[in-house]
């Protein structure tokens, strides 16, 4: 028997808390909702894509992938770097950040091999995009005299012959403020 003004429940799904704050359970609903409100979302979507994105190729390029000799190495280093060679400093170290030694390693050869796929990537390319911008990539330090007089532009061209330093006269007779950096105006494309 159906009765009127009666509502039916849905049984409703319970999924496990995106995040728990304290013993505040946050769903992914909730989660979402935050980061919208905090005009965040689009950053963090955007970077989820990324990674998935990045993920996907790699996978494709197994064979770029280091070994495992190539990942202690590099583990090694790491904890060199990092002054953590004594193995209770870095079971500290791995304690405070909150991973496990296998998952640094993860995450360390996860990082090899990305390497590993840009410089598969970019390598055959590098050449034709340094050729095709050269001008533009190409560099000179410009120093310039700036005068008001056309005939002083003469006397400093003697004065230049006959062994002056240029960055004296520019400091002594250019009439902008580059002369206090000896007329330096810098790194100037060619292009």
């Known amino acids: 028997m159906h009765n009127r003004g009666a509502v039916a429940r849905q049984p409703t799904m319970t999924s496990p808390p995106f995040l728990r704050i304290g013993d505040q359970p946050i769903s992914l609903s909730q989660a979402i909702a935050y980061l919208q409100r905090g005009d965040l979302f689009d950053s963090v979507v955007g970077e989820v894509v990324r990674q998935y994105v990045l993920d996907q190729a790699l996978a494709q390029q197994p064979q770029l992938a280091p070994d495992d000799a190539t990942v202690a190495k590099a583990t090694m280093d ?24 296998a998952q640094l390693r993860s995450q360390i050869g996860a990082g090899l091999h990305l390497e590993a796929l840009k410089a598969a990537i970019a390598l055959p390319q590098l050449q034709q995009y340094f050729i095709e911008r050269k001008l533009l990539l190409d560099r000179v330090v410009l120093s310039r005299i700036i005068v008001e007089e056309k005939d002083m532009i003469e006397e400093l061209r003697y004065q230049l012959a006959d062994g002056a330093q240029f960055e004296s006269l520019a400091r002594d007779y250019s009439i902008t403020d580059d002369c206090l950096v000896n007329g330096m105006v810098g790194p100037v494309s060619r292009g």
């Open 78 to 101: 790491f904890r060199q770097q990092q002054q953590l060679e004594g193995n209770g400093e870095f079971s500290q170290w791995l304690e405070d950040s909150g991973m496990t030694e």
